[in-house]
C-alpha cells in the first residue's frame, strides 16, 4: 500500500472517529464471513458502522485525533471496530448476543463519549435502555397522569349521570 493511500485510509478513519460518540473495539478471530456479514447486516439496520482496519493505520488515526490511548494495548490480533454516533447500547447488544452464542466475536473494549470501558463491561453496557427505550418511559410516566386525571372526570360524569337517573326514576314513580 502507497503512502498516499495510507494518509487516506487515515483521514477517513479520523472522520469515522470525529463522526462517533462511542468507538467499540471486537476480536473477530475465528468468526466465519457468514457470521461477520450477519453481524454487518445487524450494525446496520442499528445505524452503526462496522469497519475492519489495519491496527497500525487505526493506531495513527487514533494519536492524530485524540486521547485514545487505552486502545493502544487492545491493538493486537483481527480487530474489528463498531462506529455509532447516537445508539451505543445496539452495538453492544449484538457482540454480546453473538459472542453468548458462539463464543468467537470478544469484546475488547469501547471509549464512550470520551470515556474508556474494559471488556468486563459489556455486560453492563449492553443491560442499558436505549434511547428510544428512555423516551418511551419518559412519553408512558408524563401520559399517565394525564390518564388518571381522564378517568377521574369520566368516573364523575358517569357518577353524575347515575344520580341523575335515579332522581328521574323517583320523579317518575
Known amino acids: 500500500m502507497k ?3 495510507k494518509g487516506e485510509i487515515i483521514e477517513q478513519i479520523k472522520e469515522l472517529i470525529n ?4 468507538m467499540l473495539l471486537v476480536n473477530y478471530s475465528g468468526v466465519s464471513v457468514a457470521d461477520i456479514n450477519k453481524i454487518r447486516a445487524d450494525f446496520r439496520k442499528e445505524g452503526v458502522t462496522y469497519k475492519v482496519l489495519k491496527n497500525t493505520l487505526f493506531k495513527k488515526a487514533l494519536e492524530q485525533t485524540g486521547d485514545f490511548g487505552k486502545f493502544n494495548n487492545q491493538l493486537v490480533g483481527m480487530i474489528g471496530v463498531a462506529f455509532t454516533s447516537e445508539n451505543f447500547v445496539a452495538p453492544a447488544k449484538i457482540i454480546k448476543k453473538y459472542n453468548e452464542e458462539k463464543q468467537k466475536l470478544s469484546f475488547k473494549g469501547c471509549y464512550l463519549d470520551g470515556n474508556f470501558y474494559g471488556a468486563d463491561q459489556l455486560n453492563t453496557i449492553a443491560s442499558m435502555p436505549t434511547k ?4 418511551s418511559g419518559i412519553v408512558g410516566s408524563i401520559a399517565a397522569p394525564a390518564t388518571g386525571i381522564v378517568g377521574a372526570i369520566n368516573a364523575v360524569i358517569r357518577d353524575l349521570v347515575s344520580v341523575i337517573d ?7 314513580a
Request: glycine share 0%.
Open 3 to 5: 503512502k498516499e493511500e
Open 132 to 135: 428510544e427505550e428512555i423516551m
Open 166 to 172: 335515579e332522581i328521574s326514576k323517583r320523579e317518575a
Open 19 to 22: 463522526n462517533s460518540s462511542a
